[in-house]
């Protein structure tokens, strides 16, 4: 028997109950990790609430990071007491062991840490097809990137810096602005007190930004349009206020014949050798100490609904992991 958080009905953090689940051997092409360390992001909350639909009753959780204690048949890329970490679906990370696809699991370099694998494989391996593969970016050029000391955020900093590239970062208090700024982001708006349209504008004299990476969505899609110069691309990937409604294509062309795209992980790692590629950059990059990893709260399993309640009402700042007991 082993501890996991399971879900009956979607709703807010108290439909999440930590029980008694019986894992049984892996099937095949599966293996079971038993976590040391688990990841908690916001699209967690979207499956919770139900804004992301899956069948019920069904776990919750989908990244973490721990060791194999046995793999199914067919599985010959790790094994049993290899140290590994992962982002992706099915659900049910938030469990003290669990089976999984073992076509999702990388091995961990031995400089990279349970936490912090647990903290970055999502939020991480994101910033990394974003910067590297959404866009082309080129030393020099401006982004705009929302919700910039956050899980994402904090990294997305990190990384364009080292990639030369001017992250005009916006966030929600003096304390998370100073953090960005610490992080590497060039400049820093607090969208609660100034208007982030005018004062981007005001920062990129007048031209505006080349790349708009939008995760919170409603109360900013269309600010973040108004922000890119012609031909920008408005990268949006999240919907932490709430989803975009539709709107009319002519959006884009009176704004300068704009881009629009809305990416996932899922897609950019769904290919072995993608995930590969973005697991090794993202390895790089940490285990050179050019990106650090802000762990900035861990919470216990059995108080994963505190978590999510910090994560939602923008308490939070980097990345969030739970610890299983
Ligand atoms: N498409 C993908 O591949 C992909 C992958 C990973 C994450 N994401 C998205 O990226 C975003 C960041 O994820 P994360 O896990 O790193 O979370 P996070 O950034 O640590 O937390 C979300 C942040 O969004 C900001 N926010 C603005 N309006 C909000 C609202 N109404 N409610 C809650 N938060 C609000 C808050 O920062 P401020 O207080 O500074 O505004 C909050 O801290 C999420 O939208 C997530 O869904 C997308």
């Not at 679906?89 to 999984?100: E, I």
């Not at 650090?292 to 216990?300: D, E, L, S, V």
Request: net charge negative; glycine share 12%.
């Amino acid at each position: 028997m082993s501890k996991a958080i399971r879900m009956s009905r979607t709703g807010g953090p108290e439909v999440m109950e930590y029980v008694d689940v019986d894992v049984g051997p892996p099937g095949p092409g599966e293996a079971t990790v038993q976590h040391a360390a688990i990841g908690l992001n916001f699209i967690d909350v979207y499956f919770r609430t139900g804004l992301y639909p899956q069948p019920l009753p069904n776990g919750l959780g989908m990244e973490g990071a721990g060791t194999v204690e046995a793999v199914g048949e067919g599985v010959t890329h790790v094994k049993v007491g290899d140290r590994v970490a992962y982002a992706g679906r099915p659900n049910g990370a938030y469990a003290q062991v669990r089976n999984l696809p073992a076509s999702l699991l990388v091995v961990l370099p031995e400089k990279i840490a349970f936490d912090t694998a647990a903290a970055m494989m999502l939020q991480g391996m994101t910033a990394q097809y974003l910067l590297h593969r959404t866009a082309h970016l080129k030393p020099g050029d401006t982004i705009l990137w929302h919700a910039a000391a956050g899980g994402v955020g904090l990294i997305a900093c990190q990384w364009a810096k080292v990639l030369g590239v001017n992250l005009i970062g916006t966030v929600g208090s003096e304390e998370k602005a100073a953090l960005a700024i610490e992080h590497g982001a060039a400049h820093v708006i607090n969208y609660r007190r100034e208007n982030f349209v005018d004062k981007v504008r005001e920062l990129t004299g007048g031209e505006g930004v080349s790349v708009a990476y939008d995760s919170i969505g409603q109360d900013t899609f269309y600010g973040s349009l108004d922000c890119l110069a012609p031909l920008g691309l408005m990268v949006s990937f999240g919907n932490a206020s709430g989803p975009v409604p539709a709107f009319a294509p002519s959006e884009l062309q009176s704004r300068g014949s704009l881009f629009l795209t809305r990416p996932t992980m899922m897609h950019y790692t769904a290919k072995r050798e993608d995930l590969e590629a973005t697991a090794r950059s993202l390895f790089g990059v940490v285990a050179s100490g050019e990106v650090k990893i802000a762990i900035h709260q861990r919470y216990h399993l059995p108080d994963v609904a505190q978590a999510h309640i910090d994560l939602e009402s923008r308490k939070t700042t980097g990345s969030s992991i739970l610890v299983p007991r």
